[in-house]
């Protein structure tokens, strides 16, 4: 089964750039990287994804090296809005092996201040 | 266009009622899941349902919990008896093809409080 690893907690500052790095190293060749936002009483929200090298949209990029055994997230000049838990997600195939359960980890709770 | 949509946002109940929780998918998406999330912690997987395949119920935590999805769409998370430690947001998401390449999309979540 995949799993991630992050780090629990990350502090920042407003108008810095913000990298979270999550471990994946059990990827399968056919799964992607889903990056996930999610603020208080609210459902996760998607920010990014990608296979490999690097993906950048209008909030974030996304780093992945060769090996595909990790990946990272980055948040260019943060602001307080940007405080909430990230989460990273690959694919965790299911008891029948025709989907994908994705399981997600713990998270990244990121408290960025004036 | 609609997003994922959930009833009710709050669902107060006594020990040992049964509730049932809905999720209404956004129209055409094939995926729907039901995770947990329980107070400061991460998203506990429960139950995946893709297409007119079987559902993957390898995460529901006792057989107090099921769940069904009417016609390839709307879905309904039941708990039988509930305990409080069934405490917890259960959130739905879905996607519109391989949950692994197109993303969830999840509704706001049922807040359950069992006293």
């Known amino acids: 089964l995949a799993k991630t690893t992050q780090p629990i907690s990350m502090d920042s500052y407003e108008g810095q750039e913000v990298n979270i790095t999550c471990s994946h190293n059990n990827i399968a060749t056919n799964d992607y990287i889903t990056w996930y936002q999610q603020f208080p009483s609210q459902g996760p929200r998607f920010i990014i994804q990608?296979?490999?090298t690097k993906v950048t949209n209008e909030v974030a990029s996304l780093f992945i090296p060769a090996d595909r055994k990790s990946s990272t997230l980055s948040l260019p000049r943060v602001s307080l809005s940007d405080t909430a838990v990230y989460y990273c997600l690959v694919g965790d195939k299911t008891l029948t092996g025709g989907g994908n359960k994705l399981t997600f980890g713990t998270g990244t709770q990121l408290k960025v201040e004036l | 266009g609609a997003g994922v949509s959930q009833s009710p946002s709050n669902k107060v109940t006594e020990k040992g009622k049964d509730v049932e929780l809905r999720c209404d998918p956004i129209?055409?998406?094939?995926?729907l899941y039901w995770y947990r999330q329980s107070l400061g912690q991460g998203l506990e997987f429960l139950i995946y349902?893709?297409?007119?395949?079987?559902?993957?119920k390898s995460g529901l935590p006792s057989d107090r919990f099921s769940a069904e999805r009417t016609g390839g769409s709307v879905s309904t998370l039941t708990i039988q008896r509930t305990q409080q430690e069934d405490s917890a947001v259960y959130l739905c998401?879905?996607?519109?093809?391989?949950?692994?390449?197109?993303?969830?999309?999840f509704g706001n979540g049922t807040r359950l409080t069992v006293t």
């Open positions: 129209s055409g998406h094939t995926a």
């Open positions: 998401a879905s996607s519109l093809n391989d949950p692994g390449s197109s993303p969830l999309h």
């Open positions: 349902f893709q297409g007119n395949s079987a559902p993957d």
């Open positions: 990608g296979y490999k």
